[in-house]
């Protein structure tokens, strides 16, 4: 059993991923800002940590993640406030990572989406533009730190019922839609797969076991 935290405890790929790592018997803290979440979180049987990363310092996300084995940053500020899109997509994430540094917590990972980078292209004008460049940020300030990170890149999100199958894009899958519920399920299966501790997984629903593509990523 590990100790894991996830920021951002409300979403719903964050549900989805509680559920599934209390039922494996793994003891979750999920970090939220508002306290009238806090049953949602406990129906999932994870324990709800009142956290507004968006405003807090580093040290006081230090003091909500110490004692986890690892962390999911899952956090995100929805879009539509370029300004709140940085603070909470880089600015929050950049901090969480530098708290998982400073209090000893060794496996990072962070949910990012298919195609992420810092060459990603996306034109000033987009109203994408702000998530494309905090999101690549983010990632590239993770993967340049000695943490255990893995990087989750799923397609275009969709409510569709799982099938526990994916396919990635480093095996010629391009972009397309994925269940939450697949997403959650790669997440639990990175986080229990040593083999993917420094990939970036890209994917999209496919034909492989999702087990089997998160063995098979490749350092990234």
């Known amino acids: 059993m ?3 935290a996830i920021i951002g405890g409300h979403g719903k790929i964050a549900l989805k991923l509680a559920k599934i ?3 494996e018997g793994h003891e979750v803290s999920s970090l939220i800002r508002n306290p009238d979440q806090s049953d949602d979180i406990r129906a999932t049987g994870a324990t709800p940590v009142i956290a507004d990363v968006e405003n807090l310092s580093t040290d006081e996300i230090g003091e909500a993640i110490k004692g986890h084995d ?3 940053f899952s956090a995100g500020a929805g879009g539509g406030n370029p300004d709140r899109t940085y603070a909470v997509d ?3 994430a950049i901090r969480s990572i530098d708290a998982a540094l400073k209090v000893d917590v060794p496996r990072y990972l962070i949910v990012s989406y298919f195609g992420a980078g810092l060459d990603h292209g996306v034109p000033e004008d987009d109203s ?3 998530y494309a460049e905090a999101k690549a940020e983010a990632d590239d300030y993770l993967r340049k730190t000695t943490l255990l990170w893995t990087i989750i890149g799923p397609g275009k999100l969709t ?3 799982g099938t526990g199958r994916i396919a990635t894009k480093e095996r010629g899958a391009e972009y397309d839609g994925v269940p939450r519920d697949d997403v959650a399920a790669v997440i639990a299966a990175a ?3 040593p083999s993917s501790v ?3 997984i890209d994917f999209v629903s496919g034909e492989t076991p999702i087990a089997d593509a998160v063995q098979g990523a490749a350092p990234a």
């Open 21 to 23: 790592l209390t039922g």
């Open 159 to 161: 409510d569709d019922a």
């Open 70 to 72: 690892a962390v999911v």
């Open 198 to 200: 420094g990939t970036t």
């Open 128 to 130: 994408f533009y702000a």
């Open 2 to 4: 590990s100790r894991v």
């Open 191 to 193: 986080l229990q797969t």
């Open 90 to 92: 880089r600015d929050a």
